[in-house]
């Protein structure tokens, strides 16, 4: 089995490496993953400028590892395009630190990398431990090699796309693990402003909204002390489009024309 890993973290952080030393066990690792800290950046790509790419010696010994001057999504489309030698079968992005529930798995880069490599067409795992200290980072690396187990022994479909998130707790008090869905609203941002002596400035600021989460969904699973596994797919919110009738578009083209000056 190829594995492809990558985060949002950047190279150095702890949870990338952990992850590496047990998916090693299982398959062949290569590390693409950015330089530096790229949270919050989403699916977002690099279009105007040139991506530089360095082979640098990797913490875990043995294992190919290349750090990018770009985005989490870069690095895995760098990986695909060029610096994979295979297909990888799998594509693993993490361990985050902190968590990536509900709605925020739109702007999480360590889900938007999983994201690139399930659009090429590999099975995808994103995953984050609700927990900024770097406890229990052994427990998540050791249940993203026992899924990819599960996926290269094809008890989970080879083109899953899955976002996994552990609580911080230990196994022992860990309750269980569910399969979820993605809550509905996580965060809201709110904008702070200060002022630097010369200009404002302002801070986006996130606050979490959803206090009375649904049962079933992802951030009721981490609250109640479960891992939990969602299953994504790219109708991200998985909601019909609200209907808008074939008329208005040829109304809307007939008063197009109508305005051009
Ligand atoms: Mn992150």
């Known amino acids: 089995m190829e594995i492809l890993v990558t985060n949002d973290d950047g190279i150095f952080a ?6 590496v030393k047990e998916l090693q066990k299982i398959g062949r690792v ?3 993953a950015p330089d530096r800290e790229q949270s919050a950046l989403g699916t977002a790509v690099t279009l105007r400028q040139p991506l530089r790419v360095r082979k640098i010696r990797p913490l875990v010994a043995e294992v190919e590892t290349y750090s990018v001057e770009g985005t989490p999504a870069d690095s895995i489309i760098l990986g695909f395009g060029k610096l994979l030698k295979n297909k990888a079968d799998l594509v693993v992005s993490g361990i985050n630190s902190g968590p990536n529930l509900g709605d925020d798995v739109l702007i999480s880069g360590t889900v938007g990398a999983a994201l690139q490599g399930y659009l090429r067409g590999s099975a995808a795992l994103a995953i984050s431990i609700d927990s900024l200290d770097n406890l229990y980072l052994d427990n998540a690396a050791r249940l993203a090699a026992l899924l990819a187990e599960k996926i ?3 008890a989970i479909p080879a083109n899953i796309f899955l976002n996994v998130n552990l609580p911080g707790l230990s196994l022992e008090e860990t309750k269980g693990i569910k399969i979820t869905r993605l ?3 996580s965060h809201i941002d709110t ?3 200060g002022h630097d002596g010369r200009k404002a400035y302002y801070w986006l600021v996130r606050q979490k909204i959803n206090k009375d989460p649904e049962e079933g969904t992802d951030i009721h699973a981490i609250e109640g002390g479960d891992i939990s596994i969602t299953p994504l797919h790219t ?3 998985n ?3 609200p209907r808008i009738p074939d008329s208005l578009c040829s109304e809307l083209l007939k008063e ?4 051009q000056p």
């Open 235 to 237: 109708e991200i919110l």
């Open 152 to 154: 290269a022994g094809n």
């Open 30 to 32: 290569v590390v693409v």
């Open 14 to 19: 702890p949870g990338l490496w952990r992850l």
């Open 191 to 193: 904008v702070e402003e």
């Open 256 to 259: 197009l024309r109508k305005s």
């Open 183 to 185: 809550a509905s609203r």
């Open 239 to 241: 909601k019909p489009s």
